[in-house]
């Protein structure tokens, strides 16, 4: 759910971290690897999308620095380097996958989202409790065959408690996987989007404030 975009070309990770957006991640975006090192350090990401080409620390050293950390965080090189040697030289250092440039956005979203699935607890693509059914690869939502129509945020949040399984998620942890780094813990943020999310869902509630602690459906 949560994805570090590395590319120095401004535009180009823009470009990037819009598209993933539209499809419900959240996205943070740098432009050099220094920069992706210390955002890893800081946040636990489910998928670094990564230039090889970066300025300052290259991006063979980010990768190799982040595999000899033993991090959950899957990697996708996204790189002009498209001949076989340098796809073979990618894997070897540790890439989990490996797209050339220039690329198509549906493979690309389809690409993180099967990275994503390997680095979380696995979970079935369709999940279903209290009449609530979620289907995470087309991304629809349905309470008692309703279609619920829910924003990618929302989708996000109801798929963290569904994933949850009636364990209660705190507002910390609902912020640090479906928001990005700039979001401000004091806005009241989780908040909002769980009242929307609760008004898409209608009678009877299905999702319970736990004083002090957090969520749970």
């Known amino acids: 759910m949560r994805v570090l975009v590395a590319e120095d070309e401004e535009t180009l990770a823009e470009l990037v971290a819009t598209g993933l957006r539209r499809a419900g991640f959240a996205v943070d975006t740098v432009y050099s690897g220094d920069a992706a090192l210390a955002y890893l350090g800081l946040h636990d990401y489910d998928v670094l999308v990564l230039d090889r080409d970066l300025p300052r620390v290259h991006g063979d050293d980010v990768t190799r620095r982040l595999v000899a950390s033993g991090a959950r965080t899957r990697i996708l090189m996204l790189t002009a380097a498209s001949s076989m040697e340098d796809r073979v030289a ?48 087309r991304r629809t939502a349905r309470r008692d065959g309703r279609e619920l129509g829910l924003s990618p945020k929302e989708f ?62």
Request: charged share 25%.
């Open 90 to 137: 990618g894997l070897d250092l540790g890439a989990d996958d490996y797209l050339p440039k220039p690329f198509e956005f549906p493979e690309l979203i389809s690409r993180v989202r099967a990275l994503r699935r390997r680095s979380a607890r696995p979970s079935p693509p369709l999940l279903e409790r209290d009449g609530l059914t979620l289907d995470t690869v």
């Open 156 to 217: 996000s949040l109801l798929q963290i408690l569904l994933e949850a399984d009636g364990a209660v998620v705190s507002a910390e942890e609902l912020l640090e996987r479906a928001w990005d780094a700039h979001a401000d813990p004091f806005t009241g943020a989780v908040r909002v989007a769980m009242s929307k999310l609760r008004g898409k869902l209608g009678e009877p509630q299905l999702i319970r404030t736990v004083q002090g602690v957090g969520y749970t459906l």
